[in-house]
């Protein structure tokens, strides 16, 4: 009888490994990566230089000037479109948040496609983003996608 609850309490923390380790969460795995790590920084360096003139560093934006890609409404269901307007600009009504914004953001074309997707990278894993990795190769299909 003894051994058969040994035997039982030995077995729960292999059965809560299996079910931890079974259920883990890639993307938070994807976000301890090195190449993760890699793209964030240098998405926030490339960020502070030529997104947060308008979107703040906070990621607030600018008033009813340049919307907001913290709490972004658009940036979550218009993930192409994001990565498009990095490059290549936006320009027309756009409504974020149930605010209309109206100016052009003019694109950054000078970008490699590894740049677009570090600041991707860095826009969708900072502030209320939680999207992990987004990898070149999935930019470069994106990009060449684009109407532009």
Not at 55 to 63: A, D, E, M, T, V
């Amino acid at each position: 009888m003894m051994l058969k609850r040994i035997l039982r309490l030995a077995a729960y923390p292999i059965f809560f490994t299996l079910l931890i380790s079974c259920n883990s969460n890639p993307e938070s795995t994807n976000k301890r990566s090195t190449k993760f790590q890699q793209y964030y920084v240098q998405g926030q360096t490339l960020y502070q230089k030529h997104c947060s003139n308008c979107h703040q560093s906070n990621g607030k934006g600018l008033g009813r000037l340049y919307p907001p890609v913290d709490y972004s409404d658009f940036m979550d269901n218009n993930f192409k479109e994001v990565l498009c307007a990095i490059k290549y600009g936006i320009s027309g009504q756009l409504i974020v948040n149930d605010v209309d914004y109206n100016m052009t953001m003019k694109g950054i074309p000078v970008l490699t496609e590894l740049e677009v997707a570090e600041i991707a990278t860095y826009i969708y894993n900072t502030w209320t983003h939680q999207q992990g990795l987004i990898d070149v190769k999935d930019v470069s299909q994106i990009l060449s996608s684009c109407d532009n």
